[in-house]
């Protein structure tokens, strides 16, 4: 990257002139000095306050002006309250969230000034108001921290309902995750009691780790945290737990404590030579709110089959998932390779796995107490008749059937359940080369029967003025050949967006199918020029034509009918007989 002053040497020329002539305005400015520090600009300056020199260097980045320079101190010492650290920078009135390119170092300076004069007013230099700019996010105040407890409202508000001095058991749950560990609080009681359980979801990766935990908001721990302390504010718990008497010939504990109204989690090592404790760095979470409005609450009854765990069924099993549905049948026969990562929902711990069991591992790992049920088998393909016919069985008893197999031979089975079984039905598939793909459903009496729909859709499709382009699943490469013999791929964006509007559609007809938000219940979506789109993004509607008829030889018979079919049967006695 080019150095900025070599670019903008008029910009350069200005900012040693700024700051030369606010050394020539102000006492407290002294010793300033130009320098070239590994080919950029640097300006070691002292600011002094009564009888102290603060020994400082402004720092102009490569990107200047488009960033703030940096005021730190030249020897690295800590002088500031307001400092990222001993050796980091002060936390000045311009910085990155208000930066302007018209602020000068001469500015930067003067702020400098401003914060150590407000923090030096026993040196004579008055009262001088200190403009604080600090606004430090939970993550920036906490990305250091190597143990983290998180507590929820809810988990607070158990744990202050606690008796005073009174020691309990408690579960937390430990999860490491980038080198760190976040520990939770899943359950506390006595034996007398069976105490309290948390509402709070827990990964099935988490580690539960007996805990003691002790309500003393009246005692603060002293500070630096101590073996010492610890143990003085376990003595005044109450004599009557028995959890005591464990505590007191225990090598090594968690313990939860409060201290004033806060909770901390501490890790207590009393083995060895050298006696420690370890305090985790305690988080409330308070964002329980929902993201979703208030009728997809209703989803929560609805369960969902989804016919395919591919790139297409697996983005769409997460999506309603996280739309609030609860409920799943996965049926797939094919495993999760490497190869599928490209464009699948699952990660690499899948590789190997049927991808029903990765799949239902996944949505687990996001909503733990979800019903899933998985088949692995190919629908459409050869199974014994027994197996395809229970599997079908188990898709009628759904409230929408997803088929997201690109298979012919699939969807026709499908269409045959929902039709006979009146159940709506949703689907997806990926043009090969990723210029765009196709979504549709079908409402019971308010769409055509599946197979009518399909063809519809077909024959729109067929009338246009360019051929169709061929669609793919995952045992089909999602790829053309290029004028220059270069493979066209979908790319995981590309499958992803086709998804998207299945997810789309199935949620629009689980919460309201007969009020849609869609004028239209297929669509052809372009994702680049070619075939029939203008440009990426170019949408057509494609209309289902004809009056919708559910009830053609599916009719129940009427009880006359039954009576004389089953008289027409031959008893099974005679058959043993003869």
Known sequence: MTLWWLKQIDRANYEREKIVQLQEQVPWLTNVEFELG?????????VSLAENCFELVLSYPVVFPDAPPLVTTRDGSRISGHQYGAEGELCLEYRPDNWTTDV??????????????????????????????????????????????????????????????????????????????VARLKCFGTEENSGWTSNSKFSDRTVP?????????????????????????LNQ???????????????????????????????????GDEPSVY????????????????????????????????????????????????SFLLIDDDIFFEGNLERNELSVSGVGFHKTEALSSRLKSIEPKISVEVRQIRLGGQESSATTVSAMEQISSCDLIIDATADDRAFNILASV???????????????????????????????????????????????????????????????????????????????????????????TLLSPDLSSFPYS?????????????????????SYLGVPDWESETKTAGERDILEFLKSLRPLEQQDAS
């Open 418 to 508: 929902s039709k006979s079984n009146k159940i709506p039905m949703a689907w997806g598939s990926v043009f090969a080369g990723g210029i765009g793909g196709l979504v549709g459903r079908v409402r019971p009496y308010l769409d055509p029967v599946p197979l009518d729909a399909k063809q519809q859709i077909k024959q729109w499709c067929d009338s246009q003025e360019h051929q169709t382009p061929s669609t793919s699943n995952d045992n089909i490469p999602y790829g053309l050949l290029n004028e220059d013999g270069t493979p066209e791929i979908a790319t995981d964006s590309d499958v992803s967006l086709i998804a998207a509007h299945v997810s789309r559609l199935a949620m629009d």
């Open 237 to 271: 718990s109450s004599n009557r737990s028995p959890v005591k008497k464990k505590i007191d010939t225990s090598k090594n504990f968690y313990l939860l404590a409060s201290s004033g109204h806060d909770w901390t989690l501490h890790w207590v090592n009393i083995e």
């Open 104 to 181: 000068s170092g001469a500015n930067m300076i003067e702020s400098a000034h401003r914060l150590l004069s407000g923090e030096n007013t026993q040196h004579g230099e008055g009262e001088v108001s200190i403009i604080d700019g600090h606004s430090v996010s939970l993550g920036q105040a906490t990305r250091s921290a190597f143990g983290r407890l998180v507590l929820t409202s809810n988990d607070v508000e158990a744990l202050g309902k606690l008796e005073t001095n009174f020691l309990i058991s408690g579960v937390i749950g430990d999860h490491m995750l980038a080198k760190k560990i």
């Open 209 to 233: 780790i007996s805990c003691y935990i002790l309500n003393n908001p009246s005692t603060a721990f002293s500070s630096p945290i101590s073996i010492e302390s610890i143990t003085q504010t």
């Open 38 to 46: 590994d080919g950029n600009l640097r300006v070691n300056f002292d």
């Open 522 to 542: 297929a669509y052809a979506i372009g994702m680049a020029k070619g075939w029939i789109f203008s440009a990426p993004f170019d949408v057509r509607p494609i």
């Open 279 to 326: 305090s985790y760095r305690t988080i409330i979470d308070e964002d329980t709110n929902t993201r979703l409005p208030e009728i997809f609450e209703s989803v929560g009854q609805k369960k969902v089959a989804i016919i395919g765990c591919g790139s297409i069924g697996s983005k769409v099993a997460v999506q309603l998932l996280r739309a609030k549905v609860d």
